[in-house]
């Protein structure tokens, strides 16, 4: 399993980014699949979770302002980020729930004015 990150950036608070993560050499669409960010000097931590089936889960740090989605046939899921704040500030990650130790490179967020 290979999966890569993208769409990071500076943004100032109050703005909008929307991530992506494709995943290779894995069965995408039966796969539940997370992001994760962490925070200089802080543990990983969940943030959503869109399942094969569609259901979402989200952390209540990010309810009302980000939105997990999944495109198949691109093999790729999306995190849509809105109302940015500077504690949303972290390296995001995607996992594959069936595959728990395997992670991307990250892609940085950071939120500042």
């Known amino acids: 399993v290979q999966l890569r990150e993208s769409g990071g950036g500076l943004v100032q608070p109050g703005g909008s980014l929307r991530l992506a993560c494709t995943a290779s050499?894995?069965?995408?669409?039966?796969?539940?699949m997370d992001w994760y960010r962490q925070a200089p000097g802080n543990q990983r931590e969940f943030v959503a979770r869109i399942t094969s089936r569609g259901k979402i889960t989200y952390a209540d740090s990010v309810k009302g302002r980000f939105t997990i989605s999944r495109d198949n046939a691109k093999n790729t899921v999306y995190l849509q980020m809105s109302s940015l704040q500077p504690e949303d500030t972290a390296v995001y990650y995607c996992?594959?729930?069936?595959?728990?130790?395997?992670w991307g490179q990250g892609t940085q967020v950071t939120v500042s004015s």
């Open positions: 996992n594959a729930l069936a595959q728990p130790t395997v």
């Open positions: 050499e894995i069965h995408f669409a039966i796969n539940t």
